[in-house]
T-cell receptor, first 112, second 113 residues
Framework: GNSVTQMEGPVTLSEEAFLTINCTYT??????LFWYVQYPGEGLQLLLK?????DKGSNKGFEATYRKETTSFHLEKGSVQVSDSAVYFC???????????FGTGTRLTVIP | EPEVTQTPSHQVTQMGQEVILRCVPI?????FYWYRQILGQKVEFLVS????????KSEIFDDQFSVERPDGSNFTLKIRSTKLEDSAMYFC???????????FGPGTRLLVL
């Protein structure tokens, strides 16, 4: 079936630290991969996406590379800020279907 | 910037009662979705809706659930007879097209007692 596994949280980092949130997937077809972010009191927002192997999605200093050989789409940022504190969700969709499969979310807290 | 809105933000209900969760999708979007997240678990797809009918639904979306677009702006999820296990955060989303980015609302937290 289709599923996403992402690292358990919460994650607490100091400002300017390096961030990695791991995400691996299983899919019945060729998936598109996404990272969504949810800031407090807001809806899930698309952070970045990649639609084929070796594509790198990037936005706001975050990036993730679609690795078909390891079925992974890990989220990274070189230097986090307090404003990056949020819950991050990895997700996939398959074959143009319009339903997304999400991971459980990882809460990131960045302290000054 | 246009956004998806949901009401109420929180709802508490008794088991067996009917609830209606409301969403206002982004105005030029054609596809509408409901997802839910039980505390500590994954966000799960429930249903998608296009052209006034359900286009896909998951096995979670059984006969106790229904969706409706009663007018040109609202999109509702009705749970006919709530169960304890329906307690969750319910997210509405919308997209312009079938493979377009889905824009999510802030969610409605439903608690069934």
């Amino acid at each position: 079936g289709n599923s996403v596994t992402q690292m358990e949280g919460p994650v607490t980092l100091s400002e300017e630290a390096f961030l990695t949130i791991n995400c691996t997937y299983t899919a019945t077809g060729y998936p598109s991969l996404f990272w969504y972010v949810q800031y407090p009191g807001e809806g899930l927002q698309l952070l970045l996406k990649a639609t084929k192997a070796d594509d790198k999605g990037s936005n706001k200093g975050f990036e993730a590379t679609y690795r078909k050989e390891t079925t992974s789409f890990h989220l990274e940022k070189g230097s986090v800020q307090v404003s990056d504190s949020a819950v991050y969700f990895c997700a996939l969709s398959v074959g143009g279907a319009n339903n997304l499969f999400f991971g459980t979310g990882t809460r990131l807290t960045v302290i000054p | 910037e246009p956004e998806v809105t949901q009401t109420p933000s929180h709802q508490v209900t008794q088991m067996g009662q009917e609830v209606i969760l409301r969403c206002v999708p982004i105005s030029n979007h054609l596809y509408f979705y409901w997802y839910r997240q039980i505390l500590g678990q994954k966000v799960e797809f429930l249903v998608s809706f296009y052209n006034n009918e359900i286009s896909e639904k998951s096995e979670i979306f059984d006969d106790q659930f229904s969706v409706e677009r009663p007018d040109g702006s609202n999109f509702t999820l009705k749970i006919r007879s709530t169960k304890l296990e329906d307690s969750a955060m319910y997210f509405c989303a919308s997209s312009v097209g079938l493979e377009g980015t889905q824009y999510f609302g802030p969610g409605t937290r439903l608690l069934v007692l």
